[in-house]
């Protein structure tokens, strides 16, 4: 497996409490991505960085922000957590020259909002 | 914007029995990845098809790409209980970014 980290990988929160996701990598991997994985709608991407600083919005990206301040660390900010964003978070890393190659996946962080 | 339909949702199979799931696009593709899925798990990676009418084995995976390139397949002959998850097709937007199918989850019966 790629060198992917999520943390933390559980994490109940309450309504309103800002959240946020850390994803490690240790392939100096180019791309990174953050997704979100709900029962019947497969992964959903909400952001995106194509280098540090270098970010951009997925599908659905409302309610979400990111930063990459260094190459290995991908974060991902619920500034007031909602019901709707309970979830399992996925952070994926490619290395490739294009956006769509291959996508190696840390093993996800299930969030629950209360 | 893309959109891919991945069917069925569900599978139940006898182990030895056959697993086909389907993805459709109503648009021409310019490539088409899949990943499996443990319960659990995280996506990982299988194959990815780029060319009109490609078919590529792994063992008792068979993958295609349609000749229109706007479906694929996914084919596991005599399913075995490592095979259980969920089979994802992914696929390239207009702005250069995965979309995912819903998967489709094998399921072994006891």
């Known amino acids: 497996d790629a060198g992917i980290t999520q943390s933390p990988r559980h994490k109940v929160t309450e309504t309103g409490t800002p959240v946020t996701l850390r994803c490690h990598q240790t392939?100096?991997?180019?791309?990174m991505y953050w997704y979100r994985q709900d029962p019947g709608h497969g992964l959903r991407l909400i952001h995106y960085s194509y280098g540090v600083k270098d970010t951009d919005k997925g599908e659905v990206s409302d309610g979400y922000s990111v930063s990459r301040s260094k190459t290995e660390d991908f974060l991902l900010t619920l500034e007031s957590a909602t019901s709707s964003q309970t979830s399992v978070y996925f952070c994926?890393?490619?290395?490739?020259?294009?956006?769509?190659?291959?996508?190696?996946f840390g093993p996800g962080t299930r969030l629950t909002v209360l | 914007g893309q959109q891919v339909m991945q069917i069925p949702q569900y599978q139940h199979v006898q182990e030895g029995e056959d697993f086909t799931t389907y993805c459709n696009s109503s648009t021409t593709l310019s490539n088409i990845q899949w990943y499996k899925q443990r319960p659990g798990g995280h996506p990982v990676f299988l194959i990815q098809?780029?060319?009109s009418g490609e078919v590529k084995k792994q063992k008792r995976l068979t993958f295609q790409f349609g000749e229109a390139k706007k479906n694929s397949s996914l084919h596991i002959t005599a399913t075995q209980t490592t095979d259980v998850g969920t089979y994802f097709c992914?696929?390239?937007?207009?702005?250069?970014?995965?979309?995912w199918g819903a998967g489709t989850k094998l399921i072994i019966k006891p």
């Open positions: 994926a890393i490619s290395g490739g020259l294009l956006l769509t190659d291959t996508q190696y």
């Open positions: 392939e100096n991997h180019r791309y």
């Open positions: 992914a696929v390239m937007d207009s702005n250069y970014q995965l979309i």
């Open positions: 098809l780029v060319k």
